[in-house]
């Protein structure tokens, strides 16, 4: 007969605490496993001819999960990994095990829902148990009778969020389990290579060279918030191109839910009642309810989000010029701005959000390049890639999104304002073009 068992699957939720996934799975008696798949979907070429996911983020996950592996054995939950697709994953474990409850983090993007339904044909009938843990603003305090009544305009979800809705408290670790005799359960961390990748070493003009893992985002909330006391400033220096403390680098954390936008939250305010309350500590809650908004966007919208015409139905003539792309992603174009960040995430992964933002309205007004490959190739790139604010924020800076104004960037004038010694550029570019 075989062991019954409650599996909690992670994807981008990596982390022991707040993570009610984990919590309401270790409510019951039954033993519990975590599990971890690494995709090879995930790792394959797209027909954009670069990996769904480069190696920077690739290093960043795994870095993640083995951290992860020893939050949860602290607490007597082995966890299983392997280099296989979740249904053959899945299937393989309901051969050994007896899957009593499938515990998780809700998804609704149309990978992560098809990749669900994949497993449900694969294995017996279980119990699924899904939970919202990725929002500031819970689902269940949305303050709108449903998501379909959510504005188009940032400002007007924020406002209401702030005087409706509320900030749950944070969820506990659980407590240790009892030893457990679970067989079976297999530790395959792959490498990069087995990933299709390469290996490689951080560049050490890198704005983020952390590490990823639950671990490693809470030491960094103790040394920007803590120790350096930075996040007073952060509204200041937010919009800063060079170093590690310019904004509080939690975004990769964040987006492989290492840690929770609640916590932050927390903590923020924590901060504020401790040290100082200002416009700069309010800022970093603002940019977590920006974040909140994209998810949001994402659940009313739906597969628009990755549509040509995006959420608006725009009609644009977008070109699809190959060598204009190899231009772009090479730091090739006629604007030193944009040479300069492109380079920077070809060779970190990382890029400031102003950056970004520039880029992106490069790509998209300047050469009126198809959006979604930018996009595409963010998806591949980025160490903080999150498929609701990269998505959102692409649509929003490419005309076909929540930005009422469909501003165009005047590239120069960010670079006068933002660089204005041409530091960062001298950083990235050669220094003869100075």
């Not at 990596?14 to 690494?38: H, I, M, S, T, W």
């Not at 119990?127 to 500031?136: E, I, M, P, T, V």
């Not at 970093?284 to 908004?293: C, Q, S």
């Amino acid at each position: 007969m075989k062991q019954k068992i409650n599996i909690v699957w992670f994807r981008n939720d990596l982390r022991v605490r707040n993570n009610e996934a984990l919590y309401k799975a270790c409510q019951d008696k039954l033993p519990v496993v975590g599990v971890y798949f690494f995709d090879p979907a995930h790792y394959a070429t797209t027909n954009y001819g670069f990996k769904k996911t480069e190696k920077f983020r690739a290093r960043f996950i795994l870095e993640s999960i083995q951290e992860l592996k020893e939050n949860l054995a602290a607490i007597n939950i082995p966890l299983h990994v392997k280099l296989v697709s979740p249904d053959q994953g899945f299937l393989e474990i309901s051969k050994n095990f007896d899957i009593r409850g499938i515990f998780l983090q809700k998804e609704w993007t149309s990978e992560e829902v098809a990749t669900e339904q994949e497993i449900q044909k694969t294995i017996p009938p279980t119990g699924w148990h899904r939970f919202y843990q990725q929002f500031l603003f819970h689902p269940d305090d949305f303050p709108y009778p449903d998501v379909q009544f959510l504005p188009e305009v940032f400002t007007e979800f924020r406002k209401k969020c702030e005087k409706f809705s509320r900030v749950r408290t944070s969820i506990p670790i659980p407590t240790k389990r009892p030893d457990e005799n679970l067989s079976h359960i297999q530790y395959n961390l792959p490498s990069l290579s087995d990933l299709g990748l390469e290996e490689f070493d951080k560049d050490p003009r890198s704005a983020f060279p952390f590490k990823g893992g639950e671990n490693q985002a809470w030491k960094r909330i103790e040394d920007y918030f803590w120790e350096t006391k930075k996040l007073q400033y952060y509204k200041k220096t937010r919009n800063g191109l060079v170093g590690t403390d310019y904004s509080s680098k939690l975004s990769p954390w964040l987006a492989n839910g290492c840690i929770s936008t609640v916590d932050i939250y927390w903590e923020v305010k924590r901060f504020e009642k401790e040290i100082k309350k200002n416009q700069d500590t309010y800022w970093l809650i603002f940019e977590l309810i920006w974040r909140d908004y994209f998810k949001y966007v994402s659940q009313k919208h739906g597969n628009k989000i990755f549509f040509q015409g995006g959420i608006l139905n725009k009609d644009y003539e977008w070109k699809n010029n190959e060598k204009a792309f190899q231009q772009w992603i090479n730091g090739n174009t006629n604007e030193d701005f944009v040479n300069a960040n492109m380079i920077e995430l070809k060779e970190t992964g990382f890029m400031s959000n102003r950056g970004r933002q520039n880029v992106n309205s490069f790509w998209a007004k300047e050469w009126h390049q198809d959006w979604r490959k930018g996009a595409a190739y963010f998806e591949s790139m980025l160490i903080d890639y999150d498929v609701h604010s990269n998505w959102g924020n692409w649509m929003y800076n490419s005309g076909v999104g929540n930005d009422p104004r469909d501003r165009k960037f005047n590239i120069k004038g960010q670079a006068e304002r933002y660089d204005a010694n041409g530091k960062y550029q001298r950083l990235w570019l050669q220094e003869s073009l100075f």
